[in-house]
T-cell receptor, first 110, second 121 residues
Framework: GEDVEQSLFLSVREGDSSVINCTYT??????LYWYKQEPGAGLQLLTY?????DMKQDQRLTVLLNKKDKHLSLRIADTQTGDSAIYFC??????????FGAGTTVTVRA | GAVVSQHPSWVICKSGTSVKIECRSL??????MFWYRQFPKQSLMLMAT?????????EQGVEKDKFLINHASLTLSTLTVTSAHPEDSSFYIC?????????????????FGSGTRLTVV
């Protein structure tokens, strides 16, 4: 997990936008992912981006990729209380392995 | 969509006993399954990659005699924690990858189980 780094905590007010940042090291990564983990549960794929893309939008989620800086971000618009969770950034390494960051705990306050 | 069932969700066992965790792909065949371990408030650490019909590939530092992996069919992989000790207490998560030709496969081809909370007392 050391190859992928992300901030550990984010507190955001309900209705505001959340931005979670991630940096990775493997320049050959083909796909980068964002997963969501709720307490005591497994991982749910939120979205992904192919390495030749700069941006991807999916409803309230916007992913930005700066391949030069190896920087990935996830923006959640109109953050809701149900968005409180741990968000993991992951890069695909080689044919099938995923390397995860440490996770960002997002807390949504009223 | 693809569903992976992991069982049990939680287990408490005595030190020295063995515990088996099952990971099943319910609606697809999984050529490859992955076993992760997650410590509290930390990331997922890949323990091993299991391929149907062959020996698992363990990551560096993971004891293969301690964590036995069996992938006997395209829909089932098991992780057995042998002679468990309190330091083995953790959250174990499996994921499965559908069968695709090498280099192919959808980017969202990794489906995760809901995890197993193991507590060794």
């Amino acid at each position: 997990g050391e190859d992928v780094e992300q901030s550990l905590f984010l507190s955001v007010r309900e209705g505001d936008s959340s931005v979670i940042n991630c940096t990775y090291t493997d320049s050959s990564s083909t796909y980068l992912y964002w997963y969501k983990q709720e307490p005591g549960a497994g991982l749910q794929l939120l979205t992904y981006i192919f390495s030749n893309m700069d941006m991807k939008q999916d409803q309230r989620l916007t992913v930005l990729l700066n391949k030069k800086d190896k920087h990935l971000s996830l923006r959640i618009a109109d953050t809701q209380t149900g968005d409180s969770a741990i968000y993991f950034c992951a890069e695909k390494v080689g044919d099938y392995k995923l390397s995860f960051g440490a996770g960002t705990t997002v807390t949504v306050r009223a | 969509g693809a569903v992976v069932s992991q069982h049990p969700s939680w287990v408490i066992c005595k030190s020295g006993t063995s515990v088996k965790i099952e990971c099943r792909s319910l609606d697809f065949q999984a050529t490859t399954m992955f076993w992760y371990r997650q410590f509290p408030k930390q990331s997922l650490m890949l323990m091993a990659t299991s391929n149907e019909g062959s020996k698992a590939t363990y990551e560096q530092g993971v004891e293969k005699d301690k964590f036995l992996i069996n992938h006997a069919s395209l829909t089932l992989s098991t992780l057995t924690v042998t002679s468990a000790h309190p330091e083995d207490s953790s959250f174990y998560i499996c994921s499965a990858r559908p069968h695709f030709k090498p280099g192919q496969g959808p980017p969202d081809g990794y489906t995760f189980g809901s995890g197993t909370r193991l507590t060794v007392v």
